[in-house]
């Protein structure tokens, strides 16, 4: 179950509702075969539902800004 849950948690999306949407329903079917084989199930917090926030126009690190 952890590598399930570490599997979740390298997909690289931002979680808006309607990409959320789409994984919560992977998950539903995930937990649906695990509990039929009897497995742990897979909780929904391997799923992230807050955004990162990200400056767009911000510079990332130090040395591209001794470039510009």
Known sequence: ??????????IPWEPYAPVRRQLLNILRAVNSQRERARYELVPNSAIRYRRRIVK??????ESEQAAA
């Open 56 to 61: 767009p126009f911000g510079v990332e690190d």
């Open 1 to 10: 179950m952890q590598h399930l849950v570490e599997a979740f948690g390298k």
